[in-house]
């Protein structure tokens, strides 16, 4: 089946440092979706690509869709300590329902 | 803001004892889904309803493990009998047609 495989599995960064993660499947997706999540909590939308090539930006997170449909990166600017969590990226299967899968996180940790 | 509502937030049972969580999802969210999350993992599917039918069910344990949402509204997952490696997080999400999936905030589940 699908599957998406993100890096760096964890990071530890200082205040005020800009973070960058990625996501690659090894196959085609049509939507690229990252989510948050923190502790004890269900992941929450961050940013939804649906174009090859799309940049979109939220507040100080910015996501680019790969032209090849088979990945994605996600940047945080200037980070802050309530940055702290499981950043989630996934993709719809579209022989499945649309379920979706997602890829196994990377845990985030801020040092004030 | 709508969200997804789940309960209890917390359970704690003894393997072979009958556990069941409630989610209630959005407002006219035909769709709803239950997703397993082990520590450390990112959210698997266990099934998808549309309305009152299940879509997709393919990875629920059936032999332990049921869901229903009778009037295509709010949904029950049961798990009888329960067993120690069933500990996880479990989330439900819901959404409308051609939009992105919401995510509740999961019920940690704890079997000793």
């Known amino acids: 089946g699908q599957q998406l495989n993100q890096s760096p599995q964890s990071m530890f960064i200082q205040e005020g440092e800009d973070v960058s993660m990625n996501c690659t499947s090894s196959?085609?997706?049509?939507?690229w979706l990252w989510y948050k999540q923190e502790p004890g909590e269900g992941p929450v939308l961050l940013i939804a690509?649906?174009?090859?090539?799309e940049l979109t930006s939220n507040g100080r997170l910015t996501a680019q869709f790969g032209i090849t449909r088979k990945d994605s990166f996600l940047n945080i600017s200037a980070s802050i300590p309530s940055d702290v969590g499981i950043y989630f990226c996934a993709g719809p299967n579209n022989n499945a329902g649309n379920m979706l899968t997602f890829g196994g996180g990377t845990r985030l940790m801020v040092k004030p | 803001e709508a969200e997804v509502a789940q309960s209890p937030r917390y359970k704690i049972t003894e393997k072979s004892q009958a556990v069941a969580f409630w989610c209630d999802p959005i407002?006219?969210?035909?769709?709803l889904y239950w997703y397993r999350q082990i520590l450390g993992q990112g959210p698997e599917l266990l099934v998808q309803?549309?309305?009152?039918?299940?879509?997709?069910d393919s990875q629920l344990p059936k032999d332990r493990f049921s869901a229903e949402r009778l009037k295509g509204v709010d949904s029950t997952l049961k798990i009888q009998p329960a067993e120690l490696g069933d500990s996880a997080m479990y989330l439900c999400?819901?959404?409308?047609?051609?939009?992105?999936?919401?995510f509740g905030p999961g019920t940690r589940l704890l079997v000793l």
């Open positions: 407002s006219g969210h035909a769709t």
């Open positions: 309803f549309q309305d009152e039918s299940v879509v997709d």
């Open positions: 196959s085609i997706f049509n939507t």
């Open positions: 690509l649906y174009k090859a090539g």
């Open positions: 999400a819901s959404k409308k047609a051609r939009e992105t999936q919401y």
